[in-house]
């Protein structure tokens, strides 16, 4: 399964690159696929949150994203940070009271705000005041039109005007000399497509989170096994919990802890995007059993072997150990995407930590490297029997939480 999307350059006077504007797809054929913005919108953030990475999608400018009324009212803008984006306002959204109260929210909390495909209204003067940009199509908007518009905003020297559709050097020139400032379209560069491997969270999984966070007093244990059986989602809530939009970084050791760090309406808004963008998919369940089973395992052992009082961070080292074969990816860079300590990463790039053994011995025991079993049951004062036992045990645990989300 492959994430999708198109980017289009948008450039100054001087022709410098100063954003991309992101366009949904759904396949390799760079065309609007037929669904509506609501859910556009929704895969679109989904994507360059989670599988993405708006900073690689962009290099490091602004995302130009397109917004329902509904999106905004969901606060899908917020899961981004301000300088990753600016909040483009379909044209196809009314003006009114509603849009009117997120457009002043955005702004207080330091977005960009841009109104696209703009075709003038008086009652759009009330937004004015908190917009920073107005896109207007050349193709679809005459010189009379454009004036009207110029004439509208001359009070309002915070608004910027952006040209799309520019083909040709000539409307290029032509858009210059009306004191368009910003311009898109094809004489400068088509969408240009790219495309990542994504995994989509379970309909089960889903189903459970969405039910656990409607309580006024979420059961944080239950949430927590949620997503400690499904590696995707863990994925997704630690990429979220180093995102841009927090500004502290905490180093995560435990899947409860991320959960604690984001609070219960982050997570609540994280679930309702990963709900309302799923797509389904067929996971790769060898890699996604084994990923579970060493998680399970290694915890079981580092408990009982009664060493480390930090237990719950060999699950997550167990679990993450195979993020970099179930995502085709490095895991070197995979882990800089993520705010684990610096003692899981140690662990999960092979390098000396206190987890290391537990991981060696998950993998010795599925390479039936039974010297090195031995040589770390001693090391460890657990006996070849206890591992045995605790290994067949995580076993059919891993084999009953792949059932129960499949």
């Known amino acids: 399964m492959y994430f999708y999307a198109a980017r289009q350059p948008i450039f100054d006077v001087q022709r410098e690159l100063i954003g991309y504007e992101l366009l949904f797809r759904d ?32 290099n490091q400018r602004p995302a130009y994203i397109n917004f329902t009324l509904e999106t905004l009212a969901k606060g899908y803008v917020q899961m981004l940070a301000p300088e990753q984006v600016v909040v ?18 955005l702004k207080e909390q330091g977005y960009t705000l841009a109104l696209d495909d703009y075709h003038h209204q008086n009652v759009w003067r009330h937004f004015f005041p908190y917009i920073d940009q107005i896109k207007v199509d050349l193709l679809a908007t005459n010189l009379e039109q454009i004036h009207t518009i110029k004439t509208a905003i001359q009070d309002f020297p915070n608004i910027d005007l952006v040209a799309e559709k ?50 006024v007093e979420p059961d944080l244990a239950r949430i927590t ?66 990923s579970l089973l060493r998680a399970h395992f290694m915890e079981a052992i580092a408990t009982k072997a009664n060493k480390i009082s930090d237990t719950g961070s060999t699950f997550l080292v167990g679990m993450m150990s195979l993020m970099d074969a179930i995502l085709d990816d490095d895991m070197a860079s995979l882990l800089t995407k993520l ?35 031995e040589t770390i049951s001693k090391s460890l004062g657990v006996t070849s029997q206890n591992i045995a036992e605790l290994y067949q045990k995580s076993q059919v645990w891993s084999d009953t939480q792949i059932k129960a989300i499949e």
């Not at 379909?90 to 009114?96: A, D, I, K, N, S």
């Not at 899981?344 to 092979?350: F, P, V």
């Not at 991981?359 to 025991?365: H, V």
Request: proline content about 3%; some cysteine.
């Open 225 to 290: 096994q949620v997503f400690e059986r499904d590696v995707n989602l863990s994925y997704k809530l630690l990429r979220y919990a180093n995102s841009a939009v927090f500004k502290r970084r905490a180093e995560i050791s435990t899947i409860k802890q991320a959960l604690v760090v984001l609070g219960s309406e982050e997570l609540k808004r994280l679930i309702s995007l990963l709900f309302a963008s799923q797509l389904n998919t067929e996971k790769p369940k060898e890699l996604l059993s084994l």
């Open 166 to 215: 520019v083909e040709t050097y000539e409307q290029f020139e032509l858009a210059k000399s009306l004191g368009f400032k910003y311009f898109q379209g094809f004489f400068f560069a088509k969408p240009e497509m790219v495309k990542t491997k994504a995994l989509a969270p379970s309909e089960l999984a889903m189903a459970e989170l969405l039910y656990e966070t409607s309580s």
């Open 27 to 58: 396949g390799l054929n760079n065309v609007f696929p037929e669904i509506d913005g609501d859910e556009a919108t929704s895969r679109l953030v989904e994507g360059s949150q989670f599988t993405f990475g708006l900073d690689d999608l962009t």
């Open 88 to 105: 483009e306002i379909l044209e196809t959204v009314q003006p009114g009271k509603r849009l009117l109260a997120c457009v002043k929210e």
């Open 339 to 373: 705010p684990l300590s610096q003692e899981i990463k140690s662990t999960l790039l092979k390098k000396p930590s206190a987890f290391g053994i537990y991981l060696d011995l998950a993998e010795s025991m599925e390479k039936g490297d039974w010297e090195n079993v």
